[in-house]
């Protein structure tokens, strides 16, 4: 990762110290200037960066096989788009290898990741229909050498219909999954972002992927439709793809300042158990700013609460696997 980082943190957390309010003469020494800074929000905000990004590199386990996972609630606006992405740039931190496809034709997920998603450049869309490989569709994230984009362009807006009269419609992604793997990409996790709904793109990515992570917005109707959504998961399981089982549900824009977010939460662990990563997201300004920018919040600001919560429940997410396979091991032993 670039020095370029650490310097938008230094242009985004520098509201704290006006230098055009603060006297300098000549005879101000330079180790003066270093004590001032030292103590500004600016210094311990790149103090704060710089050991996260530090000490996130190489210290996450790769997956003994590579993961698979669809985030997916067909509530809008839940935050689906904000931990793809960002749970894309926890894990690719520590040098794995990620790719996120877009498969919403909205392209938040392209837009947060900074690449090209105008009409016209190859995506999702051709992958889904066969003209194109998932090779020949993705692009390098500009900030992130080990991060990867399939992005949605407009011409997926009507792929929910065109894919209705193709046939195996419902497993054209799977089909481009495996000849990416058998072309030898490498990918440690596929990370995909679903639209708000359960149509078949939807259905694609839940026939393509092993895993699923359900985000849950810590709101009022939390969990309105989440019953469906399970419902829909076991029929995929049941019928077109015995592998898929939600392994994590992931709590956002938690504001730890009102009563209702801790109901939620509560609620949600009463209900789902062990799934619900230990991590919540809390509402942050900084996550909501960076795809503004065409960065993810791990980008944007690593040292901010939003950066590091991401890079905790990917953690998590890379961590508890583990455990639990080598827990299922020792059992079968
Ligand atoms: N932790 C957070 N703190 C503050 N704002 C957030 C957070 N997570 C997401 N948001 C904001 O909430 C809005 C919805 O998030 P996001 O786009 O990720 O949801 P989504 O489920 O993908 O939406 P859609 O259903 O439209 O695809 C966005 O404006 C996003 O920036
Ligand atoms: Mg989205």
Known sequence: MSTDHVGSVSRETGGGLNLADTTFTSATSTSAIDDILADSPIAAAA????????????????????????????????????????????????????????????????????????AGVPSSYEVLIGEISVGDAMQTCPLNANLFCVPATIDLAGAEIELVSIERRESRLKEALNEANAADLAFDYILIDCPPSLGLLTLNAMVGATEVIIPIQCEYYALEGVGQLLRNIELVSAHLNPALHVSSILLTMYDARTKLAEQVATEVKQHFGDVVLKTAIPRSVKVSEAPGYGMTVIEYDPGSRGAMSYLDAGRELATRTIMSTSARMSEEA
């Open 47 to 118: 103090q704060r960066a710089t050991r996260v990004l530090h000490g996130a590199s190489g210290d996450l386990p790769r997956p003994a096989a590579q993961r698979i996972l669809t985030v997916a609630n067909q509530k809008g606006g839940v935050g689906k788009t904000t931990t793809t992405v960002n749970l894309a740039a926890a894990l690719s931190v520590h040098g794995l290898k990620v790719l996120v496809i877009d498969l919403d034709p909205q392209g938040n997920a392209s837009t947060a990741l900074g690449v090209d998603h105008r």
